[in-house]
């Protein structure tokens, strides 16, 4: 079945860029939307954006002046940069499939970034 | 931005009680409303979508309804395994979470 895996960074510095790759296997990336949602330890879900396999995007207007989300149909991956980070933005960082046209169905186990110097 | 408002935020309740749970938006959502279970160290796994929807293999105990702006997610009858965070989502105007609610055992 469908799986999708976070990987990156555990520890980005101050004021530098975060970035993460979802990778999906078991199925393609094509004709679905992809988003990236985060979660503050102990705190709730925030949304960050999403990318349509065509490379469409549509972010979350609280961090758009910061996101870029990316996708590579030929690796079956997305990616997500978070530039100019603080420690605010510490949190467990899942990937989904889904966004405003379709349902959050399908999600990562998520991965931890700590921002620190 | 559209915000959701879930109570209570803490259900304490038994093996084999009904739960119901609410989330009420700021301003109409259609019937784009989600439902999401969170247990501690794993992801949000998807009850409910568009108001009462089952997701793939979700067990009939689990029920959603509402329109508008006020919803309901209904556990039947609580099993051992539903004690966990819940979160409403809508999907109407961007994507936004609900603080969620804390079913506990009593």
């Known amino acids: 079945q469908v799986q999708l895996q976070e990987s990156g960074p555990g520890l980005v510095k101050p004021s530098e860029t975060l970035s993460l790759t979802c990778t999906v296997s078991?199925?393609?990336?094509?004709?679905?939307?992809w988003s990236w949602i985060r979660q503050p330890p102990g705190k709730g879900l925030e949304w960050i954006g999403y990318?349509?396999?065509?490379?469409?995007?549509n972010y979350n207007p609280s961090l758009k002046s910061r996101v870029t989300i990316s996708v590579d149909t030929s690796k079956n991956q997305f990616s997500v940069k978070l530039s100019s980070v603080t420690a605010a933005d510490t949190a467990i960082y899942y990937c989904?499939?889904?966004?405003?046209?379709?349902?959050?169905?399908?999600w990562g186990q998520g991965t931890l970034v700590t921002v620190s110097s | 931005e559209i915000v959701l408002t879930q109570s209570p935020a803490t259900l304490s309740l038994s093996p084999g009680e009904r739960a119901t749970l609410s989330c009420r938006a700021s301003?109409?959502?259609?019937?784009?409303l989600a439902w999401y279970q969170q247990k501690p160290g794993q992801a949000p796994r998807l009850l409910i979508y568009?108001?009462?929807k089952r997701a793939t293999g979700i067990p009939a105990r689990f029920s959603g309804s509402g329109s508008g702006t006020d919803f309901t997610l209904t556990i039947s009858t609580l099993e051992p395994e539903d004690f966990a965070l819940y979160y409403c989502?809508?999907?109407?105007?961007?994507?936004?979470f609900g603080q969620g609610t804390r079913l506990e055992i009593k």
């Open positions: 990318i349509y396999y065509s490379g469409s995007t």
């Open positions: 078991g199925g393609s990336i094509s004709s679905y939307y």
């Open positions: 989502q809508q999907r109407t105007n961007w994507i936004t």
């Open positions: 989904a499939r889904g966004a405003d046209l379709q349902p959050l169905d399908l």
């Open positions: 301003q109409s959502v259609s019937n784009y």
């Open positions: 568009d108001t009462s």
